[in-house]
């Protein structure tokens, strides 16, 4: 009996601490993009819709697209100074974020 109790306990240890070291540090990540694409100065506009981050950058070479890549974005197509990502469901949460770097440059 105190066996069985023992061994789900330290499954249950294990397992917990799998999935924390999973986890990404979602403010990390986003920090790293926004540096990736040229930095916050370099973004024009944004605009995110489903898995899709679109942005307009006022120097395209600026952006790593290959850490962008590396990053987890699942493909990136450049048109003249705008950049489609496909990121998956972050696309939203680095839109807001985007946004709220600039809302605080402005200020």
């Given at each position: 009996m105190w066996e069985t109790i023992i061994i789900v306990v330290v499954l249950a240890i294990i397992l917990l601490a799998v999935l924390k070291a999973?986890?990404?540090?979602?403010h990390l990540?986003?920090?790293?993009?926004?540096?990736?694409?040229g930095g916050k100065d370099n973004i024009i506009e944004t605009e995110s819709n489903l898995s899709r981050f679109k942005v307009t950058l006022?120097?395209?070479t600026k952006a790593n697209k290959e850490a962008i890549t590396k990053l987890g974005a699942k493909g990136i197509v450049e048109i003249d100074n705008e950049?489609?990502?496909i990121l998956g469901p972050e696309s939203k949460q680095l839109k807001k974020y985007i946004n709220g770097l600039q809302e605080k440059n402005n200020k």
């Open positions: 999973g986890k990404k540090d979602v990540e986003l920090n790293k993009l926004v540096e990736y694409l006022k120097d395209v950049l489609k990502i």
